[in-house]
Structure formats: structure tokens, C-alpha cells
């Protein structure tokens, strides 16, 4: 059991978009996370809503909008033609946009859960000992999240690799540029070609089963070491 | 002039109100002149406001009126707050706050890397050596015991370079045990070192060892300040200590028996005898009588097994909580002490202010 050149331009194209799209996340939900963690504002409903909204949304619905926006028409696609960029959908760059927002939460939240168990304490603490906001940040916050930030790039990278739905609307289906492993099972199967179909269902498996075993191992590990 | 009054003191003023309270009622309404040097306790019963007026001189609670200043530098009034981390202050909190993620080096660097002018190699191994934590600085907070994570945390806050040290009870998260083996490093700490340290304790103990001023908070107010010894001679404190009550005596040892094993104790009119802990001729001690050690007779009582015997004046005469006893206060010289008699003893002895007998002591405590 092999895969075809097909098959692999296909998972080549999923770690890159999977990848792309865990570090954009990670610079844009960081901060998003650290307001969420600290604000009483009563923008944090609303916000936190938005956030979760893929949560339960069905990709067709994100996808849609997302694709509506970022056409000739939408305001986002006027953007990006007034740059000379051309319009998203169907391309690389389409995914990842749309990737971020459904994969927001999958990184918010694990963040935002570390950031919120610190607690007051540290952060005063660091203020007794002459460290502004942004020292606090950098020296006390992050280090002290790091566990939620390793759940956060797990969770996001896996739940990219695993898009199908969303993926069909904005990307469609072009060789090399948005058929990702999801969308080649599907063609796979409509085509007949149930040994392939099986090669790349069984790798999809065990990586996402990988992944969560790793994810629980070193959420075990953590909590007996906070426990010494 | 009244800058010279600010100059080299603290002034605080805060008032702080309940977040719900239709009443006016405050969990802080303050206005206090501390000394800007020695150690300063504040000192009450929980909740009674101290930790709050600690983290109010710390920038970390906003009162709803605030005025500050240590020695003419002012750091809060009506119109400017300056945030926590621009406060000149060094800061232990009441349990751990070590960094988890660093070991007792990295948070003392962490204080070392952030201390105002570049501190002193001086100051850092002076820190290191009156805290004892030389052995310990490779270790993370995990590996520390309660007490040596408080010593290292006591450290950090020194490094800070600090102008002045809050210290929130310290020590209240340890055991007995632990209690003992930090107090001694605080007492150097407070002699050894040029800044006022202001420290939050509910602890008689705690007070009588490592006071030179007390501030006596109860429901948010003041309800007596002065010196150490000033503050525990009055009878009339709103405070109840119960059977903590008694004065505190500052002396030095000006002969120790060593057949007996007993040393003798000099404060400023009178002398006790106390049991020898080894102290050195001359060494600044602290005593304190406890207000049910001491007995009145209106004749010097040879006969009896008391050592230690003062001549004393009724100064005043106090109802106690219990409405069977009474407190009096003592005068011997300049000083005061306070004995705690049944209002039946009181009766028959004939106590009145100005009537002048015979104190007997029963046990004398050496604090430090």
C-alpha cells in the first residue's frame, strides 16, 4: 500500500496549510486570549461568542459567508483586489484565512485557560518587583501559560488537518493548491478507489489518534508535576 | 514648617468604602504618621483592614481617596497614582509567591535585573547570607520547604533595593515550627537594615519581637498607635487579647548567675531576673510579663517563691471583658505593667489610683 503522486502533493499541502495556520493563530489569538482572560468589559460575551461560533456552526454556513466576503463583491474582496491580490477564494491563501477563523477556538481557548488559572497573584507579584505591563507579559504570563500554549498548537493544527466542509466552499478541489488530504478521501471514494481511499483514511487515523494520546500523556505529566 | 514633618516620615491617608454599603461604612478610613525608620506593625484581627492598607501604600488596591508620601516623595494624592511597578517598595506577600517557573536564583535575578539603581554585589550577598538560603538557590520553589520559600522570597524583596519593605504576614502560612526558625532571621533583618519595614501581623508574638511602633487597626480604623511599649501598657485598647494581655519591656543583661542559671535584666527602672539562654552581658533583650503572671501584695512578701518583686503605684483600674476580673495598670518608674486580678481581690485589697504596693511576678518571657 502506497500513495499515488497525487496522494502525497495532497498531504504535502495539508501540513503546509495545517502549519501556516497554527502560527498565524498563535499570534493572533494570544492577544484576543489575554483579553478575554483579563477584561470585565461587557464586550467579553459577545466576543467569547464570536470566538466559539465554529464551535457548532456547520462549515458550510462559516465557509459561505467567509467565501461571499472574500469574492469580487465582498467587502473583504474588494480589499484584496484594490491591493492587486486578486480575490481569495480557490487559492492557498483563501484556506488559511478561512482556516483561522474555524480554528479559532481550538487555540483561544486552551490559552485563555492557562492565562485565567495564574491568577492575580503572579502578575502583582511582578509589579512589586518593578515590572511593567508589557515585562509582565513576556516574563510571567507566557512562561506561566506555556501548557496552554502547547494544548493550543496541538488542538489547532490537528483540527486543521482534519477540515472538510469549509475547505469544499472556499477552496473547491484544485491539485496542489486546495485539495487537501479530506477532499482527496472524498474523490477517492466517488471515484471507486476504495485501497487508496483506505491508505489515506488509515493514516488520518492514526495521526489524530497520535495527537490526542500525545495531548493527554503531557496534560498527565503536567498535573503531576504541578503535584510535586 | 510642615514639609519638615513630611520630610522623614510616612503619611498615608486612605479611605476605602464597602463596594455595597448604602451606610457610609469603610473597610479602610486611615490617617497615620509612621516613622521612616525601625519596624512598623500593623496589627489587628483578620479583617480588620490590614492587608488592605498594605496593598493601598502598595499601589495594588485603589481607595476611593488616597494620599501617600514616604519621607516628602509623593506617590499618591488626589490627582496622581503611580502604579505598582513604579513604587520604590520591596513587597512579601502572606503565602509563596515565588515564581513556579523559576528556581530561588532566577526570582532573586528576576528582582536583581529590575532593582532601580544597579544593585550591589554588597546587597546581594547581604541578602543571601541574613536570609541562609546559600545552599538553596538552585532549587524551584517546589523542591523549598514553606519556610525557606519564604526566606527566599523576604531576599527577592530586598534585592529590589527597596526605600521602603511591606510585609504582609510572612509567616502566617507556616507552622509553629517553621514560625521559630524565621523569626530570628526577621529580627536581624529589621536591625540591620537602614528602611522602614512595615509588617501586617495578627501574632501577639510577632509584635512584641520585631515591633518598634504598632499601629492597632480595628474595623478599618486606627485604634491606637505609639511605641511598643506605650501601645501594650494602655488597658482601655479596644482590643480584647484575652490572655495575651501584658506589657512588654525593653532591657539589656547586666549579669548572668551562673550558678543558678539565671540572668539579670536591666530596663530603664527596675530590674527582673529571667532564666539564662545564654544571652552575652549587654545584649538588647525584649521581656514580656503577662498581665495573669503578676500578683499585688501590700507587703514585700519574703516568704514567698517569687523572684522577681516590684514596687509599684495603681495608675488605673480597668474592667476587663470577664465581669469577674479587672485590669490594672502599674506604675515602676517610668515604666508600666499590667496585672489582671479578680474585681473580689481588687475589693479587699483596696485598689484605688495612687495607692502604692508590691508587684510579684511569676514568669518573665524572653522574646528575643
Known sequence: MSFSEADLAAIWLTLRLATTVTLLLLIIGTPIAWWLARTSSVWKAPIAAIVALPLILPPTVLGFYLLIAMGPHGFFGQFTQSLGLGTLPFTFWGLVIASVFYSMPFVVQPIQNAMEAIGERPLEVAATLRAGPFDRFFTVVLPLAKPGFITASILGFAHTVGEFGIILMIGGNIPGETRVISVQIYDHVEALEFMQAHALSGAMLIFSFSVLLALYWLQRKQKVSLLN | ?368
Not at chain 2, 496622581?80 to 509563596?96: A, C, D, I, N, W
Not at chain 2, 525557606?148 to 529590589?160: D, F, S, Y
Not at chain 2, 483600674?317 to 502599674?330: H, V, Y
Open chain 2, 1 to 368: 514648617m510642615q514639609s519638615d514633618i513630611s520630610n522623614n516620615h510616612i503619611q498615608a491617608s486612605f479611605q476605602l468604602k464597602h463596594p455595597e454599603a448604602q451606610d457610609n461604612s469603610f473597610i479602610l478610613d486611615i490617617d497615620l504618621t509612621l516613622p521612616s525608620q525601625g519596624v512598623t506593625v500593623i496589627f489587628g484581627p483578620s479583617g480588620s483592614g490590614k492587608t488592605t492598607l498594605l496593598r493601598c501604600i502598595a499601589g495594588l488596591e485603589e481607595p476611593d481617596k488616597g494620599q501617600l508620601s514616604i519621607n516628602g516623595e509623593i506617590w499618591q494624592n488626589a490627582s496622581l497614582s503611580m502604579p505598582t511597578h513604579k513604587r520604590p517598595l520591596g513587597y512579601v506577600f502572606q503565602e509563596s509567591s515565588l515564581f513556579p517557573h523559576l528556581t530561588a536564583l532566577g526570582n532573586l535575578n528576576y528582582a536583581r535585573k529590575r532593582a532601580g539603581k544597579k544593585a550591589s554585589n554588597q546587597l546581594y550577598d547581604h541578602a543571601i547570607d541574613i536570609m541562609g538560603i546559600h545552599d538553596i538557590l538552585h532549587r524551584y520553589p517546589q523542591q523549598l520547604s514553606g519556610g525557606e520559600r519564604q526566606r527566599v522570597a523576604i531576599a527577592r524583596a530586598l534585592l529590589i533595593n527597596p526605600l521602603l519593605l511591606l510585609m504582609d504576614e510572612p509567616l502566617a502560612s507556616l507552622d509553629k515550627q517553621r514560625k521559630q526558625e524565621i523569626i530570628p532571621y526577621l529580627e536581624r533583618l529589621g536591625s540591620s537594615l537602614e528602611i522602614p519595614i512595615i509588617y501586617v501581623s495578627h501574632s501577639m508574638d510577632e509584635v512584641s519581637r520585631l515591633a518598634d511602633h504598632v499601629v492597632v487597626l480595628k474595623q478599618g480604623k486606627v485604634s491606637a498607635q505609639g511605641g511598643l511599649t506605650e501601645v501594650f501598657s494602655q488597658i482601655d485598647l479596644p482590643l480584647d487579647y484575652g490572655d495575651d494581655t501584658g506589657v512588654v519591656l525593653q532591657g539589656h543583661v547586666i549579669e548572668r548567675d551562673r550558678k543558678w542559671h539565671l540572668a539579670r535584666i536591666a530596663f530603664s527602672d527596675g530590674e527582673l531576673w529571667v532564666r539564662d539562654r545564654g544571652d552575652e552581658l549587654n545584649q538588647a533583650v525584649r521581656v514580656r510579663v503577662l498581665a495573669r503572671d503578676v500578683s499585688l501584695t501590700l507587703t514585700p512578701d519574703n516568704d514567698s517563691s517569687i523572684l522577681n518583686r516590684l514596687a509599684v503605684t495603681v495608675d488605673e483600674i480597668a474592667a476587663d471583658t470577664d465581669e469577674a476580673m479587672a485590669l490594672i495598670r502599674l506604675k515602676t518608674g517610668s515604666e508600666y505593667l499590667i496585672a489582671r486580678l479578680t474585681c473580689k481581690s481588687i475589693d479587699r485589697l483596696q485598689l484605688e489610683p495612687g495607692k502604692k504596693l508590691w508587684a510579684q511576678i511569676k514568669s518573665v518571657a524572653l522574646i528575643s
